[in-house]
């Protein structure tokens, strides 16, 4: 298999579930969505539960984060906003220092426009919806 091939394939299920959230109804609840977006592109890193023991997390430079204490550390409350901002990654964060994750708002857009050839009325709502969904997804991985 292409190496382009195996790189869409993993997406195209998450892609098309996507597809529904923008301009038709969601055929399952956002958080299945967000479940769907963690296993194809967040558990490499981040582990199955969110302890940042992912496979790939040994390759990386800094340690990953363990996405089930964001509420603990944010004062027993979900730091959503921050949570939105960060997996966009478009926001400069001060204070955030180096980036190893990928800046998933500009890979959203992409995804919006690439495939689904402009058939995605808004990539930014596409963008935001997928955003929102996988946060939603991350507070129920909270402890």
Known sequence: ????????LP??????AFGLAVGMPLAQPRSDLGRIEYEANCQSCHGVGGRGDGPYSVNLKLP???????????GGMFPTDRVQRLIDGRDDLKGHGGRQMPIW??????????YFRGDVADPETFTRQRVQALTEYLRTLQR
């Open 1 to 8: 298999m292409s190496s382009l091939l195996l790189r869409v």
């Open 64 to 74: 990953v984060p363990d996405l089930t204490l964001l509420a603990q550390r944010g």
């Open 105 to 114: 708002g500009l890979r959203y857009g992409k995804d919006a426009v690439e």
């Open 11 to 16: 997406r195209f299920g998450v892609l098309a």
